[in-house]
């Protein structure tokens, strides 16, 4: 039986995105980039989610294996490049139904790391909800950070105990293609903003015209979805362009991760054609 809520819900992008990672394991033959099924269970689907349109296991292969690439780079650099250099702080914009907390509760417990999701108040509600429902519960070290994205959400951020003079990693997936140009600009200074040593990872989504041709009639399906679901995609950009935003905005370095990397680095001896796709790729920028 899926979850209802009368007043607050998951945002439907993000209910999406955890049912793909859990298709990743549940129709794509192993070894897998991420095993991740405890979105699906804080989602709630009823039992035909399978068989909903979005979910069509051929159509979606190499959207899914992009969803998964992205968590995993996301959560490699979090451990490798961040918490075993000393960092302290993950930031996640967007979090949405993120696992990463739920799913390695052991970083935060053996090496410190202070985990803050940052998401409308709402879904964030609606979260920490199910997250006592199921057992899992809000520990210490993880921080529901409710804002207005609109508003002072940086100050809120303060708030929840996030210390901006110290180290983070700042991860924002999924998310760049909602926001104005102007909008993205006031986050990466914000960022670019943060103590030496910090780093920000964040997705883009590439126009239409710039993906393998095979791929472009389903993204620009997702565009005309977006918008008719009333959260329009308002900014694209090429590589170039974002790296150039980045140093703008006052970032020390900025390197695009390629599809074409993740896909050497997770992907590697595949033959079933799950591979990501270069629709939306990954930038890292550090401070």
Do not use: C
């Not at 529901?144 to 990693?169: N, Y």
Request: aromatic content about 8%; overall charge negative.
């Amino acid at each position: 039986m899926g979850v209802t809520q009368d007043v607050v819900e998951a945002d439907h992008t993000a209910v999406r995105v955890a049912l793909w990672r859990a298709l990743h394991v549940r129709a794509d033959p192993p070894p897998h980039v991420l095993e991740d099924e405890i979105g699906l269970r804080l989602a709630g689907p009823d039992d035909g989610w399978r068989d909903r349109p979005d979910m069509d296991v051929d159509a979606t292969r190499r959207t899914r294996a992009s969803i998964v690439a992205r968590t995993r780079y996301v959560e490699d650099f979090v451990v490798e490049g961040g918490v075993e250099g000393g960092v302290e702080q993950y930031v996640v914009l967007g979090a949405g139904l993120d696992t990463f907390a739920q799913r390695r509760p052991e970083i935060a417990a053996e090496r410190g790391l202070r985990v803050f999701e940052v998401d409308r108040p709402g879904p964030q509600t609606w979260k920490r909800q199910r997250l006592e429902e199921l057992g899992f519960g809000v520990p210490e070290w993880l921080r529901l950070v409710p804002v207005d994205f609109e508003g002072d959400w940086w100050g809120r951020l303060a708030e929840a105990g996030f210390d901006p003079g110290r180290p983070a990693v700042v991860a924002s997936t999924g998310v760049t293609m909602y926001l104005t140009r102007e909008a993205n600009e006031a986050t990466f200074r914000l960022v670019a903003g943060l103590a030496p040593g910090s780093a920000f990872v964040t997705t883009f989504l590439r126009p239409p015209q710039d993906v393998e041709p095979d791929q472009r009639p389903q993204l620009e399906a997702a565009v005309r979805g977006a918008r008719a679901a009333g959260t329009p995609f308002l900014s694209f950009f090429e590589p170039a362009g974002i790296l150039a935003l980045a140093r703008e905005s006052g970032f020390r370095e900025a390197r695009h991760v390629p599809a074409e990397e993740l896909d050497r680095r997770y992907f590697a001896d595949r033959t079933d054609g799950v591979r990501p796709s270069r629709g939306e790729e990954l930038m890292v920028a550090s401070t």
